[in-house]
Nanobody
């Protein structure tokens, strides 16, 4: 398994932007498909975005399409989540996840490595 560390969370006003980063170590990052999930208080963890190992394929949950962008830099072993036009309902702990494979993966059970999470709070 690969080790993952997220950063970049914080407090932001509604309409603002944040960029989350997730840096991997321990294995060949370019062999891993990556995903971002989030969990709000009292709710189940939900899929947010995913990217294939080369970055050529991405997918998003409908609620963030047009506002969030997932990208990766394999030379830096890092995946990013650029979040724009943030809303109060985006408030959650955000987790990055990894798995070997060349597709995009939508469900948490498909991933076998997880970061510790980073808090994003959007004030209205």
């Amino acid at each position: 398994q690969v080790q993952l560390v997220e950063s970049g969370g914080g407090l932001v006003q509604a309409g603002g932007s944040l960029t989350l980063s997730c840096t991997a170590s321990g294995h060949t990052f370019s062999a891993y498909a990556m995903g971002w999930f989030r969990q709000a208080p009292g709710k189940e963890r939900e899929f947010v975005a995913a990217i294939s190992w080369g970055g050529g394929r991405t997918t998003y949950v409908d609620s963030v399409k047009g506002r969030f962008t997932i990208s990766r830099d394999n030379a830096k072993n890092t995946v990013y989540l650029q979040m724009n036009s943030l809303k109060s309902e985006d408030t959650a702990v955000y987790y990055c996840a990894a798995r070997l494979g060349d597709s995009v993966y939508y469900t948490d059970i498909q991933y076998d490595s997880w970061g510790q999470g980073t808090q994003v709070t959007v004030s209205s």
